[in-house]
């Protein structure tokens, strides 16, 4: 029986070196504009703000009040925000699913998560972002608060290393963070999404104007299959729903899951979100890669 | 019933919920997991919507099972037959027991105190054994309260009184009782060393004398007359005054009064005339046990014997036998005869006791010396030398194992025996050996030997056993106090519930088996 991949051991082979080089092509992620000094590393003016203008426009409901113009409000009648071009620093939060559908017999879907949100962090970070994470499941499991550093990074890898998913139950209920999550704080989910509406209806309560959304499904190759033709029936390690299968299961279920795929990446498409989909055996910088070229071309 | 001997074990059986519980997390294999079952809905034949634990796999109740088994097993069951009881009662018929208290003997009261204590305990079956004699039995089980007491006293009175034969061994399939009056040592001996379940006493008499002996044989000063003696013994625990009489023929020829102190003895004689048939003895006034104050005996055996002689065997041969004062020798009488001596071949075998000489015209000289080879009384006392004695060699034949005397030089058996019967080949009217002191003494010793009793000083008697006329009770051994536990009819179940569980357990590995078609099954089943 192969070993079972844990987070630990997932985290050791997110190297410093891959993450440098990685964090070159950090802007492309449209997560900021790194500002160099003299140095290679970021270096940050002002806290959570932008530094080149770009307009004025209406004030949209949700959106933080400290951006507001009164100036041009009053002269204008109306509440007008400024905005930026870009903003150098920004609140990031790294939305980790951590229901029983992401544990998959191998660890090896756990494990390429954990390194994407090493990674993502890393990289947010590097930029001069605040970054937290939530690991959730129905309800939030556990929660690093927002901070910014090198120090945040080992926060965060800390509490990535002694994580694992769901042995049984828990479900993907990404709606459960709002409880957390700031107005404006953008977001970088790491899911399967394999929900009936794969979570179209949480990522609509979360969408706000200016969030921005970055969102990896991972999927396991062996997600369809039915590897014991003995077996005549499945259960949903999430929800315990127990489906009674004919022969032809594990080809129905290809075909569904790529149809509710197509469904996921329309309505990711409409709504702005940037998602990138990859398989559980797949190297975490491949993925990152695939993910920064999906949002270059989008 | 069912019963168990350590309950504490069956506290097991509460790990019957924690086995149903894990074999409910244990169901992994029944259904396949996956991450999204809502991707198999179109292709679906049932639906179950559930959020709870599967259904346990069926092999938690074989599981269950065994471990009952074990636990019943470690806990000792037992089936208990408690419906049959079976009592078997030993019964003391000794002569204690018909030792008369109230105008009654104790076996009729030990009857009556035994049927009450049947229909106390209501057994299925009663089995009533005589302990002088294990296979008389009484199935008591017929009848109830009154009858019962009487039909046992019946059978009871109806056997002669023995000496109790106390087993080896107990019957184990069902419960003992002992009837006894505790007055002989040897019941009272087993009753410590035995279980019972019940122990009946009874009587309470102890004073009791007995006539325990009475002896004749020929008085030695008057040929006429015969010399008796009679024992009489206190067996109770107080001084005894009773009067001794003694009948001969009926007629009294003693009447004495006795004092005899406790556990002493008496001896009272009489002479009676020879031809005196029947001496009887009996105790006056009679006490609780009547049956030991007579004692009576017949003086047939001090009468002579009378000889069928030969007057061809010689004048003395039958010179030494008429000098026998025990003998008396008639010629043709074959028919009262008690032993005959024949001097010539006969062609039929005596009916009787016989000698037969085998005389011959030659008679050779014994050269080497001679030896006795049966023990026989007074013979291996008669020194024979070998100068005194001639044999027919004939009629003598080498020696064999029934040869009484021989002589290892010449290999011939000088005198044989067998059942009743002895063959001499030597001269017995040979002057040499005639002429000896020894010659009455082999003559007399061969008729002895051939009668199988003495002839010469014969002692007729009569005795009782001392301990059989006791009818107080011995000191009592703690059994009595403390009667032991029933023995019921027990079955131990433990064998036949290890044996159900090897059984299930090896199901089980059938079942669990990779690849088995038993866990395909097993596994549809529990989906």
């Known amino acids: 029986m192969p070993e079972r991949l844990n987070a630990a051991a997932a985290l050791s082979s997110v190297g410093q070196a891959d993450l ?52 041009v409000s009053v002269r204008r009648g109306r509440p007008y925000v400024r905005t930026y071009h870009d903003e150098l620093s920004a609140d990031w939060q790294l939305c980790l699913d951590r229901s029983a559908s992401m544990g998959t017999p191998d660890g090896s879907k756990w494990a390429l998560a954990v390194q994407l949100a090493a990674a993502f962090a890393y990289m947010l970070l590097h930029v001069g ?45 990404l709606s459960a963070t709002t409880t957390v999550l700031r107005p404006g704080t953008h977001l970088v989910i790491l899911s399967d999404f394999l929900q009936p509406d794969a979570m179209q209806a949480d990522l609509e309560k979360l969408r706000s104007p200016g969030r921005k959304i970055h969102a ?35 080809r129905a279920a290809l075909s569904e899951l790529r149809r509710w795929q197509r469904e996921l990446k329309t309505f990711s498409v409409r709504n702005g979100i940037r998602l990138s989909s990859c398989s559980a055996t797949d190297r975490w910088q491949d993925v990152m890669l695939r993910h920064i070229a999906v949002v270059t071309n989008a | 019933m069912l019963s168990v001997s350590a309950p504490i074990w069956l506290a097991g059986l509460a790990v019957i919920p924690l086995i149903w519980w894990l074999h409910r997390l244990g169901d992994t294999d029944a259904a396949a997991p996956v991450s999204a079952a809502f991707l198999f809905h179109s292709q679906a034949d049932e639906v179950k919507t559930s959020h709870a634990l599967p259904r346990a796999n069926p092999l938690w109740i074989l ?92 059978w009871t009175e109806s056997h002669k009184p023995g000496s109790p034969q106390i087993p080896f061994t107990l019957p184990r399939e069902t419960e003992n009782w002992l009837v006894s009056d505790g007055a002989d040592r040897r019941v009272n001996t087993w009753m410590d060393d035995a279980v019972f379940s019940r122990t009946i006493a009874v009587g309470s008499e102890t004073e009791n004398a007995a006539i325990t002996a009475i002896m004749a044989r020929r008085s030695l000063q008057q040929t006429a007359l015969q010399h008796g003696s009679v024992r009489v013994r206190n067996l109770g625990a107080a001084d005894s005054k009773r009067s001794l009489t003694v009948r001969a023929d009926g007629q009294v020829i003693l009447n004495e009064d006795l004092e005899i102190s ?82 010539a071949p006969s062609p039929e075998p005596s009916a009787i006791p016989s000698i037969s000489v085998h005389p011959a015209i030659d008679y050779q000289t014994v050269t080497g010396p001679v030896h006795w080879h049966h023990p026989a009384p007074g013979l291996s006392d008669a020194s024979l030398d070998p100068s005194w004695l001639q044999i027919n060699p004939d009629s003598a034949r080498p020696p064999s194992d029934l040869t009484l005397l021989s002589s290892p030089d010449m290999g011939l058996s000088l005198i044989d025996a067998q059942a009743g019967a002895i063959d001499v080949f030597l001269d017995f009217e040979f002057a040499p050996l005639t002429e000896r002191l020894e010659y009455p003494l082999l003559v007399n010793a061969l008729v002895e030997l051939a009668l199988a009793r003495p002839v010469l000083d014969p002692v007729v008697r009569a005795t009782r056993n001392l301990a059989e006329s006791r009818i107080a ?35 089980d590995v059938l079942i669990s088996l990779p690849g088995g078609t038993l866990r395909g099954r097993a596994s549809r089943g529990a989906a």
């Open chain 2, 262 to 343: 406790p556990g002493g003895v008496i001896y009272s004689s009489f002479l009676v005339p020879a031809d005196t048939a029947l001496v009887a003895a009996r105790l006056l006034p009679g006490d609780a046990l009547a049956l030991d104050d007579t004692l009576e005996i017949a003086l047939d055996g001090l009468q002579p014997v009378v000889v069928d002689f030969d007057s061809r065997c010689g004048s003395r041969f039958g010179g030494a036998l008429n000098a026998n004062p025990g003998l008396e020798l008639r010629a043709g009488t074959e028919r009262e005869a008690a032993l005959t001596v024949r001097c």
């Open chain 1, 216 to 250: 990896v499904q991972i999927l396991s190759p062996s997600e369809t299959e039915v590897s014991d033709p003995e077996t005549r029936s499945v259960r949903d390690v999430e929800t315990g729903e127990q489906v009674t299968v004919n022969s032809d299961a594990s």
């Open chain 2, 63 to 154: 599981r269950a099972t065994l471990l009952s088994l074990l636990v019943l097993a470690l806990a000792r069951l037992t089936w208990t037959l408690d419906s049959e009881r079976h009592i078997t009662v030993w019964f003391d018929d000794s002569l204690s027991m018909h030792a008369h208290e109230d105008q009654r003997p104790r076996t009729a009261i030990a009857a009556r105190k035994l049927s009450a204590a049947l229909d106390e305990a209501d057994p299925a079956k009663v089995q009533i054994l005589l302990l002088s004699d294990h296979r008389l039995q009484f199935d008591a089980s017929a009848v109830a309260g009154e009858p019962r007491a009487a039909a046992i006293a019946r």
């Open chain 2, 473 to 507: 009770r011995q000191p009592e051994p703690g059994i009595i106090a403390s009667p032991a536990a029933v023995a019921h009819s027990k079955t131990d179940m433990t064998p036949y519930l290890l044996i159900l569980a090897t059984l299930l357990l090896l199901a």
């Open chain 1, 129 to 173: 972002n605040r970054v937290g994470l939530v690991k959730f499941s129905n309800r939030v499991d556990d929660l690093c608060p927002l901070g910014r550093g090198r120090l945040q990074y080992v926060r965060i890898a800390d509490q990535l290393r002694d994580s694992e998913a769901e042995s049984y139950g828990g479900g993907s209920v």
């Open chain 1, 20 to 71: 440098g080089k990685m964090a070159r092509a950090a802007h492309l992620l449209d997560i900021g504009q790194p500002a160099f000094g003299t140095g290679l590393r970021p270096h940050r003016t002002h806290s959570g703000q932008g530094t080149e203008f770009l307009e004025f426009r209406s004030y949209r409901p949700g959106e933080d009040i400290r951006r507001l113009d009164w100036r």
